[in-house]
Antibody
């Protein structure tokens, strides 16, 4: 059974770069696409993007200019990098496996669902 | 701003049936369907139903999903206290090439 665990600094200052790691256990990182999702305290979910072990990525257009996802297959880890953070980036950040996906007419992979999720890690941006 | 529209709150009585809705358009829900997630306070979301309306192993049969046109629905029968939670829908938006979420519905079991 796949298990995911997010880790990284919990406090950043505005303009710094957020760097988080998602460690996958129980299965190979090669078996799924992997998504990052975030959730501001008390608010809804926002998809950040996904990555495949080949390095194929797709990002939320609203975050694309600041986001980079990468993988280390030898360590079964997925990484999120978000530059120039502001207090609006204060969120719980989750990684999740993309389950039961397909490809749309434009050739983009899309997930059938996100399952399972990690426990999430809170990142606060404050001066 | 959420890409899909969900009612902010729904209240139903114990053992009653609740139907939660998620409205999108022909580029998302109407095209590829919607998945449903349950999130209890302080916990990560849990997948209840994928875009094909299939329940993952371990999800109660009391949860069933369906779709009609651009609107997806999650029906919960025999409401239990533990069903009180936030529920989110998600879908692939082919015009954005992005996953979009609904704003979530807070279900209260009276």
């Amino acid at each position: 059974q796949v298990q995911l665990q997010e880790s990284g600094p919990g406090l950043l200052k505005p303009s710094e770069t957020l760097s988080l790691t998602c460690t996958v256990s129980g299965d190979s990182i090669r078996d799924y696409y992997w998504s990052w999702i975030r959730q501001p305290p008390g608010k809804g979910l926002e998809w950040i993007g996904y990555i495949y072990h080949t390095g194929t990525t797709n990002y939320n257009p609203s975050l694309k200019s600041r986001v980079t996802l990468s993988v280390d297959t030898s360590k079964n880890q997925i990484f999120l990098r978000l530059t120039s953070v502001t207090p609006a980036d204060t969120c719980v950040y989750y990684c999740a496996a993309c389950a039961g996906g397909d490809f749309d007419s434009s050739g983009y992979y899309f997930p059938g669902g996100l399952d399972p999720w990690g426990q999430g890690t809170l990142v606060t941006v404050s001066s | 701003q959420a890409g899909l529209t969900q009612p902010p709150s729904v209240s139903k009585g114990l053992r009653q049936t609740a139907t939660l809705t998620c409205t999108g358009n022909s580029n998302n829900v109407g095209d590829q369907g919607a998945a449903w997630l349950q999130q209890h306070q302080g916990h990560p979301p849990k997948l209840l139903s994928d875009r094909h309306n299939n329940r993952p192993s371990g999800v109660s049969e009391r949860f069933s999903a369906s779709r009609s046109g651009n609107t997806a629905s999650l029906t919960i029968t025999g409401l239990q206290p533990e069903d009180e939670s936030d529920y989110y829908c998600s879908a692939w938006d082919s015009s954005l090439s992005s996953v979009v979420f609904g704003g979530g519905t807070k279900l209260t079991v009276l």
